[in-house]
């Protein structure tokens, strides 16, 4: 009865680990998408010049 329930525990824990993963790499994905518009749609400044599209 006590290997049974390991090997429960087990696939439990690598089901929740496989999921929190695939959320992770769509979460990764997003923040690429929203990285590369930032990157692309950049504001122009008053000299012509695109400025930096970040903050620091």
Do not use: E, N, Q
């Not at 329930?5 to 680990?17: K, N």
């Not at 695939?22 to 695109?50: E, M, P, Q, T, Y």
């Amino acid at each position: 009865m006590v290997p049974l329930l390991l090997v429960l525990l087990l696939a439990l824990l690598l089901f929740g680990a496989g999921f929190a993963l695939k959320i992770l790499w769509w979460v990764a994905v997003v923040v690429l998408v929203v990285w590369l518009l930032g990157f692309v749609a950049r504001s122009v400044d008053s000299g012509g010049r695109r400025g930096r599209w970040y903050r620091w």
